[in-house]
């Protein structure tokens, strides 16, 4: 199965400030995808990030608010902007892998909160 | 449209007390079920992969069974450190659609 590191695993942050996620992959993959999982709630996915394109933002995210970059296929990063107290959730990268017949392996995951 | 409901949310058990969670779907194309377990501020962990009704993966303390609606994760004689929350989701190929969980809680 892919092994994904992802950082950092928690942070608190002011109001307004920024936060950027990282997670690395030990196999190449052609997209990973960034989640987020708001207390008590299931995963909602955020976007879908491809190497070499822009990223596709699901309905209710925007460029601006979650930019993320994906500069090769073992890495990328997802930032949150301007942060407020709705953004405290945990973020989550995760990629299919073919050795769970095409399941998610998730990273850590990323516990923020913004105070 | 596309659902995926899971039940119940949440589960107190013995340990050693058996039990079932249920994972019933809705989706227009079914590519795989998954099964997930998730500790407290951490990533989701793969458990099973379904693709088709009848079928059946063991693991443990843990079976999981798929029919045409929806799949079960039975949990045979629980130990405390199978405490977590069990995520299904549901690949459509176009779409991966997760349930909210069931948090469990094995009482020793």
């Known amino acids: 199965s892919a092994v994904i590191s992802q950082k950092p695993s928690r942070d608190i942050c002011q109001r307004g400030t920024s936060l950027t996620i990282q997670c690395q992959v030990d196999s190449q993959v052609t997209m990973m995808f960034w989640y987020r999982q708001q207390p008590g709630q299931s995963l909602t996915l955020i976007a879908t990030a491809n190497q070499g394109s822009e990223a596709t933002y699901e309905s209710g995210f925007v460029i601006d608010k979650f930019p993320i970059s994906r500069p090769n296929l073992t890495f990328s990063t997802l930032t949150v902007s301007n942060l407020s107290p709705e953004d405290s959730s945990i973020y989550l990268c995760s990629v299919e892998d073919q050795a769970q017949g095409y399941g998610y392996t998730f990273g850590s995951g990323t516990r923020l909160t913004v105070v | 449209e596309d659902q995926v409901t899971q039940s119940p949310e949440a589960l107190r058990l013995q340990e050693g007390e058996s039990s079932s969670l249920n994972c019933s779907y809705t989706v227009s194309g079914l590519r795989g079920l998954f099964w997930y377990r998730q500790d407290p501020g951490k990533g989701p962990e793969f458990l099973f992969t379904?693709?088709?009704a009848g079928e059946e993966k063991e693991k443990e303390r843990l079976k999981a069974t798929l029919t045409k609606k929806e799949s079960f994760l039975h949990i045979t004689a629980p130990k405390p450190e199978d405490s977590a929350t069990y995520l299904c989701?549901?690949?459509?190929?176009?779409?991966?659609?997760f349930g909210t969980g069931t948090s469990l809680t094995v009482i020793p």
């Open positions: 379904l693709y088709s």
């Open positions: 989701a549901v690949n459509t190929g176009n779409q991966f659609y």
